[in-house]
């Protein structure tokens, strides 16, 4: 089974301050994705890749960047944190079937 | 563009009965389609899925659902629900085409009472 980390868990920091998003999977998977849940909202796309140097924009991109440094890694920048952006966010990785996507834990992001 | 529909945002039923979740689509092709769980703290998990062939399509734990693309539906089934199964339900359709994009419904928060 594919395994998906996230890390930190939990984030907490202020409106304008910077915060990078980690995630990694083991399983050489190609796609992997960022999403972000927020109630009345089910998962929205933000970013995605297809491989290391590539990068796709998802449906809700505004405020966040995106990095795939290596087929394992795949970062989401908040360069200036906002409040509309206290989320719970998930990463994704999927293989050849792109269609099936496995998740992270999460990671839960307040901006003061 | 694809869009999912879930029209009930909760849903709560008594241990041993019978569940339906409804779960609708927009997509004027052949869609793939998926149902996925998340239980409290945890990452979604893939429950079942759909590309082709046999519309009635078993996944994990006794769950199955229905591809009816007269109705646009594809609805998630357990004959008996157990506590367990207290979760949030996601159905998500994807196009098909080379980008990997799923699109998901809003959830349905299911509550089985013990």
């Known amino acids: 089974e594919a395994a998906v980390t996230q890390s930190p868990r939990n984030k907490v920091t202020v409106t304008g301050g910077n915060v990078t998003l980690s995630c990694r999977q083991t399983?050489?998977?190609?796609?992997m994705y960022w999403y972000r849940q927020d109630t009345g909202h089910g998962l929205r796309l933000i970013h995605y890749?297809?491989?290391?140097?590539?990068?796709q924009i998802g449906d809700v991109p505004d405020g966040y960047k995106a990095t795939r440094t290596t087929q394992e890694d795949f970062f989401l920048l908040l360069e200036l944190a906002s409040p509309s952006q206290t989320s719970l966010y998930f990463c994704?990785?999927?293989?050849?079937?792109?269609?099936?996507?496995?998740f992270g834990p999460g990671t839960r992001l307040t901006v003061l | 563009a694809q869009s999912v529909t879930q029209p009930d945002a909760r849903v709560t039923v008594s241990e041993g009965a019978s569940l339906q979740l409804r779960c609708k689509y927009s997509y004027s092709g052949t869609p793939y389609l998926f149902w996925y769980v998340q239980y409290p703290r945890q990452g979604l998990q893939l429950l079942l899925k759909?590309?082709?062939?046999?519309?009635v399509v078993q996944g994990v734990n006794g769950f199955e659902a229905e591809f009816i693309k007269s109705n646009s539906s594809f609805h998630l089934r357990k004959a008996s629900v157990h506590w367990s199964d207290s979760a949030v339900y996601f159905c998500a359709v994807s196009t098909g085409a080379n980008t990997g994009k799923l699109t998901f419904g809003h959830g349905t928060i299911l509550r089985v009472h013990p």
């Open positions: 399983n050489s998977h190609n796609y």
């Open positions: 890749s297809y491989g290391a140097g590539n990068l």
């Open positions: 759909y590309y082709s062939g046999d519309p």
């Open positions: 994704a990785s999927s293989g050849d079937r792109a269609y099936e996507q496995y």
